[in-house]
Nanobody
């Protein structure tokens, strides 16, 4: 299982750090495959946010978050993080972490086989 956490209410310009942890059978999979973060705002499609390769040496970001968000993997490899800085109201969404079928970082939603339950991020003054 995957579990995302760390969401909450933050003012514009603030920061949050999301975590994604695997448990059970997912631990081995999350350690050996690429990870991704996606988000879904009310009334909108789920969209790609960031991805990191299994080794952690390759990352990719959506243009809308580039320079503000940073994806990383934990030392134990069964965790992932999304550091979000300079948050904007348009970043408000339910954020999901996901494990890819592949080792390479990818933004393709259909490349992801396991999805965690989302964590809500609300950016508002």
């Amino acid at each position: 299982q995957l579990q995302a956490s760390g969401g909450g209410l933050v003012q514009p310009g603030g920061s949050l750090r999301l975590s994604c942890a695997a448990s059970g059978r997912s631990i081995r999979t999350i350690s050996n495959n690429a990870l991704g973060w996606f988000r879904q705002a009310p009334g909108k499609e789920r969209e790609f946010v960031a991805t990191i390769s299994w080794r952690g040496d390759s990352t990719s970001y959506a243009d809308s978050v580039k320079g503000r968000f940073t994806i990383s993997r934990g030392n134990a490899k069964n965790t992932a993080f999304l550091q979000m800085n300079s948050l904007k109201p348009e970043d408000t969404a339910l954020y999901y972490c996901a494990v890819s079928r592949y080792c390479s970082a990818t933004s393709r939603r259909d490349s992801y086989q396991y999805w965690g339950r989302g964590t809500l991020v609300t950016v508002s003054s």
